[in-house]
């Protein structure tokens, strides 16, 4: 009942920190401007908990989402040119919150979310890039969750990191083997619930989890690492111990 009370408090939390969702506007990055999304909903709604996918030609797949009280099952491709067009086939489940991580098969996994009756999704779905058909995946026989992160290791297993779950453990973590269809729960858990994080890979094999609220709504302004050598995880740089020209944080240490 912990759980399922954080999964709900999470989801309150999500609606609380964006009560009119996520504005859609230009960003910059080092290649340029980039045009602005239309999303598949109208001018005067907002979108929000979509997840958004870089495909090895340069495309850009954005999966689900939610817009005012729609949970949407809709996929769109974005080319590099920056126009965008409907994916031939629609996600079987409507979610937001969930992930869509590109496995080293080339197909993308679509993991967890929120449904239409908030409730998180079980299922599994994988697309293949290269048709934009969508099939529910092999069942999954991990931990379901919503605002959690899925990070391909160096190895090809997935990490599975943080979020609410409706049963277990939210502070877990545990590792996919798509090739076994296998899931490893990991002895070692994160220091403190965490959702809506981000999880980087590092270029020595390491994951880094930064960031997010915890169950209470409050920012978290710490990270951790993950070593996949070990299974542990190493408490690194709180950015609201950092002071000008100091380094005041216990654990390991930013590279800059």
Known sequence: MKSLRSSIALFVIFN???????????????????????????????????????LPDGRVLLTGGKSGDRVLAEAVIRTAQGSTAASPSKLNRARFGHTATLLS?????????????????????????????????????????????????????????????PSGNPQSIELWDSKTNTVETLTSSLQSLRAMHSATLLPD?????????????????????FDPASGSLIPTFDASLATAGSQSSPGKTPPW
Do not use: C, M, Y
């Open 16 to 54: 609380l920190l964006f009560p009119a969702g996520l504005g859609l506007h230009n960003h910059t990055t080092s290649a340029g401007p980039v045009r602005p999304f239309r999303p598949p909903v109208q001018a005067d709604q907002r979108l929000v908990g979509q997840a958004v996918t870089a």
């Open 105 to 165: 098969q080339g197909q993308i996994l679509l993991l967890g979310g929120l449904g239409p009756d908030g409730e998180i999704v079980k299922e599994a779905e994988l697309v293949d890039p290269r048709t934009g058909q969508f099939q529910l995946g092999p069942q999954f026989k991990g931990t379901p969750r919503a605002f959690h992160t899925a990070t391909v290791l160096t190895d090809g297993r997935l990490l599975i990191a943080g979020g609410a779950t």
């Open 205 to 225: 094999g390491t994951v880094l989890l930064w960031g997010g609220v915890d169950d209470q709504a409050q920012s978290l302004q710490q990270g951790e690492i």
